[in-house]
């Protein structure tokens, strides 16, 4: 495996730091610097550019980001375990990486970020138990566009599935609906089991997400609610399904431009907006 600079191999430093996986923080370390080198190249042309990432580790992809040409990479880890090895990526990076000792899902992000100039974007092999609801966090991000030009995450596969999933297809859910209806999202690939220690069980997939400028108008929560309706019970007709949000579902839905006899995996995001838009209450 090539080396991609002149930084200890990963499995060194994990030994050295003694750097077990966590299971309880979703932990799975990438080793292959030509991986992680491979995602970082996902997230585009890095000059000038500051990355955030979430859940670092030993600093694979960390590594990965600077020797690719970030600006400068603002990391957020939870495991303090992991921050001397962090550090050593700072001292042969000097001003490029700051290292923030905290939880990603209660940070203030622009706080964080404050003084960075240039575009920001977020690349990140994020831990398994918090990807999802980090996620929904940045797509909920108000005012809208946001502070983030483009998010390349990974997921476990099941997950990227939901994400990039549009009307019609096995995976199309919640999830669906809200990244389609703020951003592009594409899987750009899979990575297997053997890339991680320990492997997990599943196949994981590197996600692009680039935010719509202007999607269409709708209140989230709004949207949120009547997705979670429609596919709370997705088995059901919307005539049935919606009907604890509104009593007169079968009339809403026509007056939405859609059938009550649809069911949630057949109605597109701009259907559920219409939904959402004129929800009332």
């Known amino acids: 495996m090539a080396q991609i600079d002149d930084l200890p191999p990963l499995r060194d430093v994990i030994a050295r730091h003694q750097l077990m996986a966590k299971k309880s923080l979703g932990q799975n370390f990438l080793l292959d610097l030509n991986l992680t080198a ?54 042969r990076y000097p001003g490029r990486l700051d290292v923030h000792a905290a939880d990603a899902l209660t940070a203030d992000w622009p706080a964080l970020l404050a003084g960075v100039g240039g575009p920001v974007r977020i690349v990140a092999n994020l831990p398994y138990n918090v990807a999802t609801p980090l996620l929904v966090g940045w797509l909920e991000t108000e005012p809208w566009p946001p502070w983030f030009e483009s998010m390349t995450l990974m997921f476990q596969k099941e997950v990227a599935e939901r994400i990039v999933a549009g009307a019609g297809d096995d995976a199309y859910g919640r999830l669906g609906v809200l990244a389609g209806w703020r951003s592009e999202a594409q899987i750009v690939f899979d990575v297997p089991p053997s890339a991680f220690v320990p492997p997990p069980k599943v196949t994981s997939s590197i996600v692009h997400l680039r935010p719509r400028p202007l999607p269409l108008a709708c209140r989230t929560a709004d949207l949120e609610r009547t997705a979670q309706a429609a596919f709370g019970q997705r088995r059901k007709m919307l005539r049935q399904s919606l009907k604890g949000l509104r009593p007169d579902a079968a009339a809403w839905v026509e007056a939405c431009g859609l059938r009550p006899e649809m069911r949630a995996e057949e109605v597109p995001v701009e259907g559920f907006v219409r939904l959402a838009n004129s929800l009332g209450g």
């Open 38 to 91: 491979r995602i970082a190249r996902a997230g585009g042309d890095l000059a000038g550019v500051t990355v955030v990432e979430v859940g670092p580790g030993p600093g694979g992809l960390t590594r990965a980001l600077l020797a690719c040409g970030a600006e400068r990479v603002v990391a957020v880890e939870r495991d303090e375990r992991c921050l001397p090895a962090l550090a050593e990526i700072a001292a």
